[in-house]
């Protein structure tokens, strides 16, 4: 039986993060680690509470009275619904409130290329 020198058995690499001493954290990277979680917890907070306060929107009389606003007001300034969104923060007396709407999103063609 013959066997060729490289018979020895390979050690496969382990998956995942390089092998290497433990690195102790510093403070600052603790800290820019507990922000991060903090803002994926409210995050996870606001999805959570999500389904309760669209209930509690349904049961009151909000939408109903936010069409009778914007159709008076598209009446008689041409206010959008931006502009009375951010008249309700205002009077409800919430401070630095910015109301925004996010442009259309844009997919690409589905057109396929074909070859001359």
Known sequence: MATSASSKPTA?????????????ATSAEIKAQIAK?????????QRAYASDLEEAIKKTNIV?????????????NGANELI???AIGKAVGIKRLEVMQKPAVTRASSKKKTSA
Not at 12 to 21: C, D, E, L, T, Y
Not at 37 to 45: G, P, T
């Open 12 to 24: 496969k690499k382990p998956a995942g993060r390089p092998r290497g001493p433990n690195k102790t």
């Open 37 to 45: 979680a903090k803002a994926a917890l409210a995050l996870l907070e």
């Open 84 to 86: 009375i969104l951010a």
């Open 64 to 76: 109903s009275d936010f069409n009778v606003i914007k159709s008076n007001a598209n009446g008689a």
